[in-house]
């Protein structure tokens, strides 16, 4: 038994479809914890004002998003299965090119193939048409048919 997953991600949510052997597919949603805007009280400008010291605030911020980022694709990661033949990541951001960088860090995931795509938004029926598509045309280009 073969199996596959195709990945749907934004900054707001990830939606894992798994593939066993191109059919009975299984959807799993994940929902980012990533702020898109933070919003400090008593923010006027791009540093803001300490008793008599001024302190940037973006630093602080970016630094924020990138762990925020680092803990949305570590809980990707983990719900993904270690059997996974190849991974189809595809989405409206970058991140999913992030997501790979991710991957390739991992010795598990580091071998195996990442197909990558720009995609917009879709409905869950979409995705796992689009997911399924995609595996059936690699299994042609391969020289192997569906019995």
């Known amino acids: ?5 195709g990945i ?3 900054s707001d ?3 894992l479809i798994s593939l066993k052997d191109g059919q009975n597919e ?3 949603t994940l929902e980012s914890k990533i702020e898109t805007r933070t919003r400090i009280p ?10 008599n010291i001024l302190a940037e605030t973006s630093g602080r911020l970016t630094n924020r998003r990138k762990q925020q980022m680092h ?12 059997e996974a033949r190849e991974l189809y990541l595809f ?3 970058t991140a999913k090119i992030q997501l790979e960088k991710e991957l390739k860090k991992i010795p598990q995931f580091a071998q195996k193939p990442v197909i990558i795509e720009s995609a917009d938004k879709m409905t869950e029926r979409q995705m796992v048409a689009r997911v399924k598509s995609h595996f059936e045309k690699t299994q042609t280009q391969n020289g192997k048919t569906k019995h």
Do not use: C, T
């Open 1 to 5: 038994m073969k199996k596959e997953i």
């Open 8 to 10: 749907w991600l934004n």
């Open 13 to 15: 949510k990830a939606v």
């Open 26 to 28: 299984q959807i799993l």
């Open 42 to 51: 008593g923010e006027r400008k791009p540093f803001s004002r300490l008793g």
């Open 71 to 82: 803990q949305y694709f570590n809980q990707i990661i983990h719900s993904l299965d270690n």
């Open 91 to 93: 989405g409206p951001s």
